[in-house]
């Protein structure tokens, strides 16, 4: 039926209609809340890795394991909405640790965070969520740029990662719809001289078991994060279950640069069951609940539970009495996405008109 509803549309095109997809695949949810619920395991590993007795490298395993034990967590089958500019997300965990998130840029979409407790750690960083639709809209690659930092302020240490992308195949079916991680992850403690590599969907049996090592790496001086460069690392570096010291040494000439790094640890798991850091277990997502980042009662007006469209469909989720009101509801926040999608494109045109203007050049 959301095909059909897309093809509807499409036979408008012509005469200044857009496409807006149906609220019937997405859920109550922004793109902001959504990713962010990727941090809901902060307290359960990163205050452990507060203590001042623990050595770089163990500090290093508790946020390889809170970043990935998240995993799972932001993937689900419903889509959320996207933020328009500007919009804004407010949330807390059960410590009271905060959560601030901020649309920045809407094509792509980028959006910047930063989640705290006290002095003990800090989350900061920005995502870039550029998608790229193939096979005629049935397969989607959304990039997941960072960097993520992970700070430990009373330490005054610092660790730095990206996020692998994420692949959703048969996107126009709602029954066979999947979602699965591609690609590689690079954490890098540069202070400290470690790196680690995780690497997803190797194995074309089991789509969610990774493998990885810690590195002891010798950074260049020089070094500052790189996308590109660290997903390129991440792919070249080959994994594999020995325990036993492995060195490496690769000089391309022509950048005159030179990568030394010894392998001192394996990672593997499946980040819908465990993670295991060497022989040890890191975390089982069966057994460790996460704490779920809550919206806070007081948030400033350009949160987007203030959208329309958004309170409707979570009231046709949550607030409805029999069918026939959830589809009335639903109606009600179709008819508003529509009206507010509008409204943003009328924004953007007047902003490009205004920017061409006064002669504002993007840097």
């Not at 407790?117 to 397969?139: P, T």
């Not at 000439?253 to 030179?258: I, L, Q, S």
């Not at 179709?334 to 205004?354: D, H, I, L, S």
Request: contains cysteine.
């Amino acid at each position: 039926k959301q095909a059909k509803d897309i093809i509807l549309q499409l036979f408008k095109v012509p005469f200044g209609h857009h496409i807006s997809l149906n609220v019937k695949i997405f859920e109550p949810k922004t793109i902001l809340e959504r990713y962010t619920s990727i941090f809901s395991y902060a307290n359960i590993f990163l205050l452990p890795a507060c203590e001042p007795k623990l050595t770089p490298f163990e500090r290093l395993k508790y946020v390889i394991t809170f970043q990935f034990a998240g995993l799972y967590i932001a993937s689900q089958q419903l889509k959320p909405f996207n933020p328009f500019l500007g919009e804004t997300y407010q949330g807390e965990l059960p410590n009271g640790a905060k959560l601030y998130v901020e649309n920045v840029t809407h094509k792509p979409l980028v959006a910047r965070f930063l989640l705290f407790y006290k002095k003990k750690y800090e989350i900061s960083g920005y995502w870039d969520l550029a998608v790229n639709v193939q096979k005629l809209g049935s397969e989607m690659i959304i990039n997941q740029k960072g960097p993520v930092y992970v700070k430990f302020p009373e330490l005054n240490e610092c660790i730095v990662y990206h996020l692998p992308y994420i692949k959703v195949v048969n996107a126009s079916s709602e029954n066979d719809r999947a979602l699965v991680y591609i690609g590689n992850q690079v954490y890098s403690d540069t202070k400290n001289g470690l790196k680690a590599v995780i690497q997803f969907n190797m194995n074309k049996n089991s789509f969610h078991e990774i493998k990885g090592s810690i590195l002891k790496y010798e950074f260049p001086k020089d070094y500052k994060f790189n996308f590109e460069k660290e997903w390129e690392f991440g792919n070249k570096i080959k994994i594999d279950n020995e325990t036993k010291l492995v060195k490496k040494k690769n000089i391309n000439k022509k950048k005159n640069m030179t990568d030394n790094y010894e392998k001192i640890e394996t990672i593997s798991g499946d980040f819908f069951d465990k993670l295991y850091i060497g022989e040890q277990l890191m975390c089982d997502i069966n057994k460790q609940n996460p704490e779920h980042i809550r919206p806070t009662k007081h948030c400033i007006p350009s949160d987007g539970r203030y959208r329309e469209d958004l309170i409707w469909l979570h009231r046709s989720f949550y607030g409805a009495k029999n069918q026939e009101e959830e589809e009335i509801y639903r109606d009600i926040s179709m008819e508003w996405k529509v009206m507010m999608e509008e409204f943003n494109r009328w924004e953007r045109k007047n902003r490009a008109t205004y920017k061409e203007k006064m002669n504002i050049k993007k840097k």
